[in-house]
């Protein structure tokens, strides 16, 4: 039998670390088993989907590398894989369950609900559903009709026995009947199915064999296995992925807006999918070993759901920047250039090549965690004449360093060319002119030219600012 996954967002917002960690897992274990990932789109709470989310999601998943054998935009033969394309399968399964007298209209109130559940929390009880519309006679049915209420369709969850499912990552689960709220809804009053309904026909029409999803979802795991068991279907496994933790040891707060949390953020900020996917496969999952660098396929043969961890795991920001630091030394300098390119304004690129560029960033790519720093660490590249920060002005106002640039300024008028050959003599002339070698020769020059001690590799950056435009920086440092 294939293995089959899926990844079920709702588009109700941008794909978060956790969302996409989720669909990580899923793809890794379905393509680790040789089975089918799956991408469906559940968009049963009308008031909360956000337009376009779906394609966002969809376009985030795609840079982060994983792929989908199905799915709304790729089609397959289990679609449609949005819910609300899906309804009148719903539809017929309600009245499936309808006809096994499992199913039925409730018109109370919201209010009424609501009356409900305080009174049993006053009385320290686990609320629950009193099952007051479970029988309805045609006239009860004829004034709720008549006072314009709309029912919405419940689940008869008639069972007093405890649930139980072995869960793929936690083991073995137990949950008290009284805990289920009694006959939950499965269609609300506009006549859309609720999640836990959609999710278990979509599932099983879809021949899911594993649902890996969030810790959040435990609670309404017993509520589809109610289902599965009254429409007479095998459930699938079922596993949950502990929560992110953030910093302090919680929950990570989507609202907390002092950690970067969604992927396209980190898509912005120059940070490269590989390194993504990367980190948050070992975001709560460990292969054993110290090994910490794994391409896709590496993990793809090595995740297994027996080694995701039973604990909340720590988002931490640093490693992943760490990581993507690594990913951005190994890349080419050229496969760079087009992420870099946006991050660059119309003016700093005016009338530079690609090569030119290309050689900018490769001077600049070990030195950073990001793209988006890029910019502005290499900004003296992009002015006619950099202002010098305190350390290079201070140099420069010493004697020794201002014979220096002198005796530099002299060498770069007169070299006709201009290449790394013809750039190593003239230092060495300036060397024994000046007697300075090491720092003291290459500070002032630096501090002339890029107006900073601090930079990239010298010689390169000479070259690649070009002979005229060094010259013009150390006249305007000799006046
Ligand atoms: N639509 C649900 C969510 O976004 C998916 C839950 C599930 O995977 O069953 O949380």
Same mark, same amino acid.
């Given at each position: 039998m294939t293995v089959r996954l899926r990844y079920a967002p709702s588009p109700t917002g941008h794909l978060h670390i956790g969302g996409a960690r989720t669909a990580l897992f899923n793809y890794l274990y379905a393509k680790h088993m040789g089975g089918d990932f799956i991408l469906r789109i559940e968009d049963t709470d009308l008031e909360r989907n956000i337009d376009r989310a779906a394609d966002e999601f969809a376009k985030n998943l795609g840079w982060l590398g994983i792929v989908w054998d199905e799915g709304p935009d790729v089609g397959g033969k289990f679609g449609p894989y949005i819910s609300t394309e899906r309804l009148s399968i719903y539809e017929h399964y309600v009245e499936v369950l309808k006809e096994k007298g499992l199913a039925y209209h409730c018109y109370c109130s919201e209010e009424e609900i609501a009356a409900e559940r305080d009174a049993a929390m006053a009385k320290g009880e686990v609320p629950r559903y009193s099952g007051h519309c479970r029988h309805l006679t045609a006239t009860q049915i004829s004034e709720y009709e008549a006072m314009g209420r709309k029912p919405v369709v419940r689940f008869l969850a008639a069972n007093d026995q405890e649930l139980r499912f072995h869960d793929l990552i936690r083991g073995e689960l137990v949950f008290e009947p009284s805990g289920l709220g009694g006959d939950f809804v499965i269609v609300k009053s506009n006549g859309i199915p609720t999640y836990n309904f959609a999710c278990t026909i979509d599932d099983h029409l879809m021949e899911i064999t594993h649902v890996v999803r969030g810790e959040e979802h435990i609670s309404n795991t017993p509520r589809q296995l109610l289902l599965y068991q009254a429409l007479g279907w095998e459930p699938p496994h079922?596993?949950?992925?502990?929560?992110?933790?953030?910093?302090?040891?919680?929950?990570?707060?989507?609202r907390d807006e002092s950690i970067v949390q969604f992927v396209e953020q980190y898509r912005d900020m120059g940070y490269l999918p590989e390194a993504l996917f990367n980190y948050l496969a070992l975001l709560g999952w460990s292969p054993g070993g110290e090994q910490e660098f794994f391409n896709k396929d590496e993990l793809i043969a090595a995740f297994t759901l027996d080694r995701v961890h039973k604990s909340g795991a720590f988002f931490d920001a640093a490693r992943?920047?760490?990581?993507?630091?690594?990913?951005?030394?190994?890349?080419?300098?050229a496969n760079l250039l087009p992420l870099v390119q946006p991050l660059l304004t119309?003016?700093?690129?005016q009338g530079l090549s690609n090569e030119w560029l290309t050689e900018w960033i490769s001077l600049y790519q070990e030195k950073i965690s990001q793209l988006d720093e890029l910019p502005q660490m290499g900004a003296s590249f992009?002015? *006619?004449?950099?202002?010098?920060?305190? *350390?290079?002005?201070?140099?420069?106002n010493q004697e020794t360093a201002q014979q220096v640039v002198k005796s530099f300024h002299e060498q770069v008028k007169n070299t006709a060319l201009w290449t790394e050959e013809h750039i190593k003599p003239i230092f060495k002339t300036v060397q024994s002119e000046t007697g300075k070698k090491g720092k003291d020769l290459f500070m002032p020059i630096r501090a002339a030219v890029m107006g900073s001690l601090h930079g990239p590799d010298l010689h390169r950056s000479l070259i690649l600012l070009g002979q005229a435009r060094v010259l013009t920086r150390l006249e305007s440092v000799i006046k």
């Amino acid at each position: 039998m294939t293995v089959r996954l899926r990844y079920a967002p709702s588009p109700t917002g941008h794909l978060h670390i956790g969302g996409a960690r989720t669909a990580l897992f899923n793809y890794l274990y379905a393509k680790h088993m040789g089975g089918d990932f799956i991408l469906r789109i559940e968009d049963t709470d009308l008031e909360r989907n956000i337009d376009r989310a779906a394609d966002e999601f969809a376009k985030n998943l795609g840079w982060l590398g994983i792929v989908w054998d199905e799915g709304p935009d790729v089609g397959g033969k289990f679609g449609p894989y949005i819910s609300t394309e899906r309804l009148s399968i719903y539809e017929h399964y309600v009245e499936v369950l309808k006809e096994k007298g499992l199913a039925y209209h409730c018109y109370c109130s919201e209010e009424e609900i609501a009356a409900e559940r305080d009174a049993a929390m006053a009385k320290g009880e686990v609320p629950r559903y009193s099952g007051h519309c479970r029988h309805l006679t045609a006239t009860q049915i004829s004034e709720y009709e008549a006072m314009g209420r709309k029912p919405v369709v419940r689940f008869l969850a008639a069972n007093d026995q405890e649930l139980r499912f072995h869960d793929l990552i936690r083991g073995e689960l137990v949950f008290e009947p009284s805990g289920l709220g009694g006959d939950f809804v499965i269609v609300k009053s506009n006549g859309i199915p609720t999640y836990n309904f959609a999710c278990t026909i979509d599932d099983h029409l879809m021949e899911i064999t594993h649902v890996v999803r969030g810790e959040e979802h435990i609670s309404n795991t017993p509520r589809q296995l109610l289902l599965y068991q009254a429409l007479g279907w095998e459930p699938p496994h079922f596993g949950h992925v502990s929560l992110i933790l953030g910093p302090n040891g919680k929950k990570l707060s989507k609202r907390d807006e002092s950690i970067v949390q969604f992927v396209e953020q980190y898509r912005d900020m120059g940070y490269l999918p590989e390194a993504l996917f990367n980190y948050l496969a070992l975001l709560g999952w460990s292969p054993g070993g110290e090994q910490e660098f794994f391409n896709k396929d590496e993990l793809i043969a090595a995740f297994t759901l027996d080694r995701v961890h039973k604990s909340g795991a720590f988002f931490d920001a640093a490693r992943l920047s760490w990581m993507n630091s690594h990913y951005l030394k190994q890349q080419d300098a050229a496969n760079l250039l087009p992420l870099v390119q946006p991050l660059l304004t119309d003016d700093q690129v005016q009338g530079l090549s690609n090569e030119w560029l290309t050689e900018w960033i490769s001077l600049y790519q070990e030195k950073i965690s990001q793209l988006d720093e890029l910019p502005q660490m290499g900004a003296s590249f992009f002015v *006619e004449i950099p202002k010098l920060d305190e *350390e290079a002005n201070s140099m420069l106002n010493q004697e020794t360093a201002q014979q220096v640039v002198k005796s530099f300024h002299e060498q770069v008028k007169n070299t006709a060319l201009w290449t790394e050959e013809h750039i190593k003599p003239i230092f060495k002339t300036v060397q024994s002119e000046t007697g300075k070698k090491g720092k003291d020769l290459f500070m002032p020059i630096r501090a002339a030219v890029m107006g900073s001690l601090h930079g990239p590799d010298l010689h390169r950056s000479l070259i690649l600012l070009g002979q005229a435009r060094v010259l013009t920086r150390l006249e305007s440092v000799i006046k």
